[in-house]
T-cell receptor
């Protein structure tokens, strides 16, 4: 069981470039989410998904797109990178079925710098 | 809307002393409450949760937390701190009617030898 995996670990982009942060989980979790972590602001929810084909916006969705074509994968796309998107990005997943207690499992993070 | 407050940016404690990291929450219904720990350059690790039942919940690494409904608090505690407990701690809440988890801003715990 690899848990939640994220690639890449580090990335430097120039303003205006686009890229996709990858996230995968092998626990058959329905719920997946993306957070960004900035100093003094904790974790803020960007987008989340309650199952394949279903996504919704979180607290800070602007500038990001997501899709969920399979249960396992939940990529986050930066459409046109801006310095304000410099952050550490975490993907998380949880089981939400009957009897589940909903703790989220986190990936190791992607540190993104936009210059 | 759900919200979580961690009123202390940093907590300092000497090794061997008890520690408390504070958390208060606001939800419209009955909450699911969680504590996570983050070590440097790592993802968040789940410590413990309150879902229902006993107000005192025990978790990993000797940590426990007390759910207090009247004070809407869920403080994290440990009877005897270790230097290795030094890390960033996050409280989180989920309204039972919703999927989303809302995190506090985090409290840095520093345990001195």
């Amino acid at each position: 069981n690899a848990g939640v995996t994220q690639t890449p670990k580090f990335q430097v982009l120039k303003t205006g470039q686009s890229m996709t942060l990858q996230c995968a989980q092998d626990m058959n979790h329905e719920y997946m989410s993306w957070y960004r972590q900035d100093p003094g602001m904790g974790l803020r929810l960007i987008h989340y998904s309650v199952g394949a084909g279903i996504t919704d916006q979180g607290e800070v969705p602007n500038g990001y797109n997501v899709s969920r074509s399979t249960t396992e994968d939940f990529p986050l796309r930066l459409l046109s990178a801006a310095p304000s998107q410099t952050s550490v990005y975490f993907c998380a997943s949880s089981y939400t079925g009957t009897g589940g207690t909903y703790e989220q499992y986190f990936g190791p993070g992607t540190r993104l710098t936009v210059t | 809307a759900q919200s979580v407050a961690q009123p202390e940016d940093q907590v300092n404690v000497a090794e061997g002393n008890p520690l408390t990291v504070k958390c208060t929450y606001s939800v419209s219904g009955n909450p699911y409450l969680f504590w996570y720990v983050q070590y440097p350059n790592r993802g968040l690790q789940f410590l413990l949760k309150y879902i229902t039942g006993d107000n005192l919940v025990k978790g990993s690494y000797g940590f426990e937390a007390e759910f207090n409904k009247s004070q809407t608090s869920f403080h994290l505690k440990k009877p005897s701190a270790l230097v290795s407990d030094s890390a960033l701690y996050f409280c989180a809440v989920r309204d039972r009617g919703f999927q989303k988890l809302v995190f506090g801003t985090g409290t840095r715990l520093l345990v001195s030898p």
